[in-house]
């Protein structure tokens, strides 16, 4: 390199947007950025690296840098192309990767220098390279899944307060294909795990007293051998550890019995809908495999784990009724917490090509649009108007995180066999219940950035 100072690279993650004249990002859930801290780590250790979080602080365009990478989803990417279209001004280039990137490839390339397909490792070390020679290419593509060798770059996050919980990665992709899922059709659904020694390294150096560790992975037992290898060395370390994984490991009693034993606490499972006809047109059917998600449940419970379950509404099915028996389910059955969201057709995903098909997407690009705000419902749902069926999750949030919910979903043995979890419960319950419609109406993008999104020039 012929230039004498370190070259120079900022990290920029995204918030989903503001409203014009809000102070302060909501703080509530926001946890430490994994993916930036992967960038951070890809990044060579002669490269000065500056990390800002856009859900926490402002961002200070005017301070000199090389290069700007952004990790892009669906839900930010307005905020993302404003960010980019700021430094773009100021003659700083911008390389976009993440999911968003890879499913809308087309949209992305407009407001980014450099676009990367696919997963970060093995490319993003020859975008700083190639930048670095002032050799830098339009489009890079990972030509297959990379080996999960890398530990993420957490020195970034110092100064920046986030939720008390420890962020560790295991396994990546899910091997199923439920039609609404980004996660498939990023990794086309397959699967891959870093070895254990590298993650247990990890825990060993992030771990603080009384810090639960939660393993992001899109789906721990995907790989069912693999999990059973990193739970089995996770025994002796008494850690209390929580993940996501799909149902079909609450009807294997032997790992079930596994995962209590290596600390887990309990899990967050897709459920999705309690019903037949939804599943099938998600592709999930799965979900009513063994006796379904109350015999899962029951599972769980023998084995003491507790159930974070998402549930999603708007299929053909739905009406209001089977929303209402299906929030009586997760309060009867005690769930630890629970989601209630409308579908989303996230672009790239079968489900968005279905609704496209079928002429009931309400937006051309519900996350660029002006008009669209968190909460709304981007498409015609066939049994409801779109404001009934986002009244319908609001009323089942509600529902599900009113007192007296909390207090019965409280009292399940599997929610109170510690004082440490019925604390947590009753603390994670409250902060649900306060924060139920503090989202809603958000915009996409800050509504106070003025100007045009500046499309990126081309070198190449
Ligand atoms: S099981 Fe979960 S992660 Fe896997 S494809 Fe279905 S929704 Fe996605």
Redesign the pocket.
């Known amino acids: 390199m012929s230039n004498r100072r370190p070259f120079r690279l900022t990290i920029v993650h995204p918030c989903v947007g503001r409203p014009r004249g809000m102070k302060r990002y909501i703080r509530t859930w926001q946890m430490e950025c994994l993916p930036a801290a992967m960038i951070a780590a890809l990044t060579p250790a002669d490269v000065e690296k500056k990390f800002y979080d856009d859900r926490l602080e402002s961002i200070p365009y005017d301070e000199p840098t090389d290069l700007v990478a952004i990790s892009v989803e669906t839900y930010t990417a307005k905020r993302a192309y404003q960010i980019a279209s700021e430094y773009r001004r100021r003659g700083v280039p911008v390389v976009m990767g993440g999911f968003h990137a890879t499913l809308c490839p087309d949209e992305v390339q407009t407001y980014a220098d450099t676009l990367v397909i696919g997963e970060a490792e093995g490319v993003f070390e020859q975008v700083i390279d190639d930048y670095r020679h002032g050799t830098p290419k339009s489009t890079y593509h990972s030509q297959s899944r990379p080996v999960l060798k890398t530990t993420p770059d957490r020195s970034i996050f110092q100064g920046k307060r986030y939720l008390p919980i420890r962020l560790v990665e295991f396994a990546r992709?899910?091997?199923?294909?439920?039609d609404?899922?980004?996660?498939?059709s990023f990794f086309n659904?397959t699967h891959s795990h870093r070895p254990v020694d590298r993650v247990l390294e990890e825990i060993a150096r992030v771990r603080r007293p009384g810090q639960m560790v939660f393993f992001i992975d899109?789906?721990l037992t995907?790989g069912l051998n693999e999990a059973r290898e990193l739970m089995e060395a996770l025994i002796p370390l008494k850690l209390r550890w929580v993940s996501?994984t799909?149902?079909n490991v609450a009807h294997d009693e032997d790992t079930l019995d596994l995962m209590r034993r290596s600390g887990c606490q309990g899990v967050l499972i897709?459920f999705?809908s309690l019903h037949a006809e939804s599943l099938k047109q998600m592709?999930?059917s799965f979900n009513l495999m063994a006796g379904g998600p109350a015999k899962a449940l029951a599972n769980m419970a023998k084995h003491k784990l507790s159930v974070y379950g998402t549930f999603i509404f708007g299929y053909d099915h739905d009406t209001p009724q089977s929303i209402a028996e299906t929030v009586d389910f997760a309060i009867d059955q005690g769930l630890f917490i629970a989601a209630f969201n409308h579908i989303t057709p996230f672009p790239g995903t079968p489900l968005y090509e279905r609704m496209k098909g079928e002429n009931r997407l309400l937006y051309d690009a519900w996350w660029l649009d002006d008009r669209y705000r968190y909460n709304m419902i981007p498409f015609q749902p066939r049994s409801m108007s779109p404001e009934e069926l986002s009244r319908e999750c609001l009323g089942a949030r509600r529902r599900f995180y009113s007192w007296s919910s909390i207090a019965r979903r409280g009292f399940a043995r599997v929610n109170r066999r510690t004082p440490y979890l019925l604390w947590n419960h009753l603390v994670i319950n409250a902060m649900h219940h306060w924060d139920v419609d503090s989202r809603s109406g958000l915009p996409l993008g800050d509504e106070s950035w003025t100007g045009d999104l500046l499309p990126a020039r081309r070198s190449n």
């Open positions: 992709g899910c091997r199923f294909r439920c609404f899922c980004a996660i498939q659904a899109d789906n995907s996501q799909a149902i897709g999705e592709n999930k």
